[in-house]
């Protein structure tokens, strides 16, 4: 039988999983917003996009842990102090690309660079009907 815990925490890693793919996609609009002419109205996605690089860059500043990271690892912790590698090899591989074993500087470089980059393209080329 599964623990609620175990899923509840393989739930989370799904969620954080999908949090940094929107991160990482709503970098690629906010840079093909840039470029075009006439950028298409992401208004809603843009502006999530941006408070959440915005605090994704303020905890990289802080160097605080994203607040996924610390739910999914009270609840593991709940589950199994001494879980280490999950029986799910998609939840495995999961793991390796939210907690990928490289230095720490590099996250936060790359982290306020998208988080800088999302302001400049918010701010040169705003979505459509944002300033109306």
């Not at 039988?1 to 899923?7: A, V």
């Not at 925490?9 to 940094?20: G, N, P, R």
């Not at 800088?116 to 918010?122: C, K, T």
Request: aromatic share 18%.
């Amino acid at each position: 039988m599964i623990s609620l815990y175990k899923l509840a925490a393989e739930i989370v890693l799904i969620i954080h999983f999908l949090w940094i793919l929107f991160m990482i996609v709503g970098f690629f609009i906010h840079i093909i917003s840039f470029f075009k002419d006439k950028p298409r109205n992401f208004l809603l996605f843009r502006s999530i996009h941006l408070v959440g690089i915005l605090y994704v860059s303020i905890l990289a500043l802080l160097n605080e842990y994203c607040p996924l990271t610390i739910l999914e690892y009270k609840l593991r912790s709940k589950f199994d102090p001494t879980f280490m590698q999950p029986e799910s090899f998609i939840i495995y591989y999961l793991e390796k690309l939210v907690y990928p074993e490289i230095d720490l500087k590099i996250i936060i470089i790359a982290t306020l660079f998208v988080g800088f980059i999302s302001v400049i393209s918010f701010v040169l080329k705003p979505p459509k009907n944002f300033l109306k």
